[in-house]
């Protein structure tokens, strides 16, 4: 049987879209070391990300977009995206291992694993993969907008990057439709 895992990371971001990857992995090439991808280091998710790339006998990387996610809701854009990661594989697999408690609507079997990413090395593959996808676009968008720290929380919403927010207002990148973001944006509207 083949078995694809399945994740996703930035749902809880205020920025940017979701990052989601499905992996199947080689059973005659392991891996050492994987494991959920927030309880590694930087260096060791990059260093394993290029061994799935290499070892495994198919991977997807999709992306949920700011757009998706502000018209669909950040859940069901994150669906969509694991949706095509699943079809972007090139072996199609027999059914789905899918880290968290919902499941996109694919034409194979899947299961929904709580915790997943830190218990079946395919999810952990793909949540690896994932992460360290979006944290180099992350990168990429700091440079674009550095006043906000992006390198630093990811877009996740710490008192840094709230102050950041009340500071400069919301960018181009900024999830409209989260209510932090949407009150400044009211906020700036009574202003004028």
């Known amino acids: 049987m083949i078995v694809c895992g399945v994740d996703e990371t930035g749902r809880g971001s205020a920025i940017s ?3 989601v990857s499905a992996c199947i992995l080689d059973p005659d090439k392991p891996i050492e070391g994987l494991r959920d991808s927030k309880k590694l280091s930087a260096k060791r998710r990059e260093e394993l990300a290029e061994e799935i790339k290499h070892k495994a006998l198919s991977w997807s990387i999709e992306i949920a977009s700011l757009e998706e996610v ?21 072996i199609k697999p027999n ?25 079946i090395p395919a999810i952990s593959a793909a949540s690896i993969l994932a992460k360290v996808a979006r944290d180099k676009a992350i990168k990429e968008l700091h440079q ?45 509207l009574e202003l004028f």
């Open 17 to 19: 879209g979701v990052w």
């Open 144 to 188: 674009i907008y550095p006043q906000y720290g992006f390198d630093k929380h990811k877009g996740y919403l710490t008192k840094v990057h709230m102050l950041a927010l009340e500071e400069y207002g919301p960018c181009p990148i900024h999830r409209k439709t989260y209510a932090p973001i949407r009150k400044l944006l009211e906020k700036q």
């Open 95 to 119: 059914k789905a291992l899918v880290d968290g408690n919902k499941l996109p609507n694919i034409d194979i079997p899947a299961e929904a694993i709580v915790k997943g990413d830190d218990l």
């Open 70 to 90: 502000e018209t669909l809701n950040v859940l069901n854009a994150t669906l969509l995206g694991m949706k095509r990661a699943i079809e972007g594989l090139h």
